[in-house]
């Protein structure tokens, strides 16, 4: 996976530069600035086991990006975005049931190429750095509940496993623009490293547990003209 990710980093610069070359010739270059809001419904991939069940955490991406149209009908999309992922998992422990929100918010800084068939509609891909800047795991029992920065309570209860300062993502999307700057977009994330790490992060047959981002997002957005 690691190897698809620097292909895919490499791919998306090689076309760029490429095309670069030949903008002037194929149309004017120009560089434009938006803002964007969507929806996550993010989830962990791996986080199951038989004794757990897992479903989306809804959250938030907001941020803004600069577009730079090299050719008729590719541009590169370089992106700022505070995104909201994680999960939620569903336990049985000794007959109560528990519920663990793992909230997982980082600064994302996609890098997408995007093309266009038609003038308005593009579909888009690229890679995706994430710096975390929040980790929190919720827990919900009987009532009462709980809120953890996950490094502090893996601590406090002897787990050998942190979360992951930085993460790596594949994105793949789909965009429609309008004349007036109003766009939509819908775009699938692909996690590529591990978000926990640490030698307790192992199933119940001591197999690794490789738990990774997996991430689709909608939204819309306005580039001003």
């Known amino acids: ?12 610069f090689s076309l760029c530069i490429a095309q670069q070359g ?13 803002l964007k809001l969507g929806i996550n419904f993010a989830t962990l ?19 803004g990006y600069l577009n730079y149209k090299f050719a008729k009908k590719f541009a590169f999309q370089q992106e700022l975005l505070y995104t909201s992922q994680g999960a939620i998992a569903n336990q ?13 918010d980082y600064f994302a800084v996609p890098l997408m190429l995007k093309y266009y068939p038609t003038k308005a509609f593009n579909v888009e891909f690229g890679p995706q750095l994430g710096f975390i800047v929040s980790k929190k795991l919720k827990g919900e029992a009987n009532g009462q509940s709980f809120t ?8 406090e209860n002897n787990i050998d496993a942190k979360a992951s300062k930085f993460d790596l993502g594949l994105n793949f999307g789909l965009g429609y623009e309008f ?16 978000v926990l790490k640490g030698p307790a992060m ?12 997996s991430v689709f997002s909608f939204g819309m957005g306005y580039t001003f003209r």
Do not use: C, H
């Open 1 to 12: 996976m690691k190897n698809l990710f620097l292909t895919a980093t490499l791919l998306v």
């Open 22 to 34: 030949s903008a002037s010739k194929s149309a004017s270059t120009s560089v434009k600035f938006g």
């Open 45 to 63: 991939s791996n986080l199951d086991d038989p004794s757990t069940s897992v479903s989306s955490r809804t959250g938030i991406n907001i941020g």
């Open 92 to 104: 049985d422990s000794n007959g109560t049931p528990v519920k663990l929100t793992f909230m997982f």
């Open 148 to 155: 953890y920065d996950i490094d502090d309570f893996f601590a």
């Open 179 to 194: 004349e007036n700057g109003i766009n939509f977009s819908g775009r699938y994330t692909a996690g590529m490293i591990k």
């Open 202 to 213: 192992v199933y119940s047959n001591g197999s690794e547990q490789i738990i990774k981002n």
